[in-house]
T-cell receptor, first 113, second 112 residues
């Protein structure tokens, strides 16, 4: 069975600080897909990024960056120069070929002005 | 472009009343469809998913049911609501396991 662990339940930072959200996953599959979602206070889940198990390239998108390391089964998410608008719950998720998505429990990020 | 609509946005129902939440997807065909529930505490629980019309897989035994009467329509129902059915219900769609799931805006259900 697959599992996604987000050990950080809550993180609080001051604006402009960098923050890293950790995600560790477990799966026996060789082909799988990893995702990050953002859930702002309004409630909708917003897709941020997808990675497949064969692509270990890190990715940067503006202030967001993702570090995928198969050796440690981790897919961490870093926000550089955080802003108040980044305050949200962030979910890491894992998909196999069976169409089901396994979510971590989420990390509540609060960015204070 | 594809869009997903979910309604109602909020619902307050008495215990023992029936429930019907509807979700529709536009701009794509034969999507995989999902119902999730998010209780207080943030975790997302997969309730049902469907890979085609009339094909429903249940993940959690409960008093809820799902139906897919049309290709892009997914309905979550209950004959008699329980207090424990309160929560935030999210519908989602995807083209396949390698693709991200896209979520509706959710329904906040309160049971009194």
């Amino acid at each position: 069975a697959q599992k996604v662990t987000q050990a950080q339940t809550e993180i609080s930072v001051v604006e402009k600080e960098d923050v890293t959200l950790d995600c560790v996953y477990e799966t026996r599959d060789t082909t799988y897909y990893l995702f990050w979602y953002k859930q702002p206070p309004s409630g909708e889940l917003v897709f941020l990024i997808r990675r497949n198990s064969f692509d270990e390239q890190n990715e940067i998108s503006g202030r967001y960056s993702w570090n995928f390391q198969k050796s440690t089964s981790s897919f961490n998410f870093t926000i550089t120069a955080s802003q108040v608008v980044d305050s949200a719950v962030y979910f890491c998720a894992l998909a196999r070929s069976n169409y089901k998505l396994t979510f971590g429990k989420g990390t509540l990020l609060t960015v204070n002005p | 472009s594809q869009t997903i609509h979910q309604w109602p946005a909020t619902l307050v129902q008495p215990v023992g009343s029936p429930l019907s939440l509807e979700c529709t997807v536009e701009g794509t065909s034969n999507p995989n469809l999902y119902w999730y529930r998010q209780a207080a505490g943030r975790g997302l629980q997969l309730l049902f998913y469907s890979v085609g019309i009339g094909q429903i897989s249940s993940e959690v035994p409960q008093n809820l049911s799902a139906s897919r009467p049309q290709d892009r329509q997914f309905i979550l129902s209950s004959k008699k609501l329980l207090l424990s059915d309160s929560g935030f219900y999210l519908c989602a769609w995807t083209r396949g396991p390698s693709q991200p799931q896209h979520f509706g805006d959710g329904t906040r259900l309160s049971i009194l």
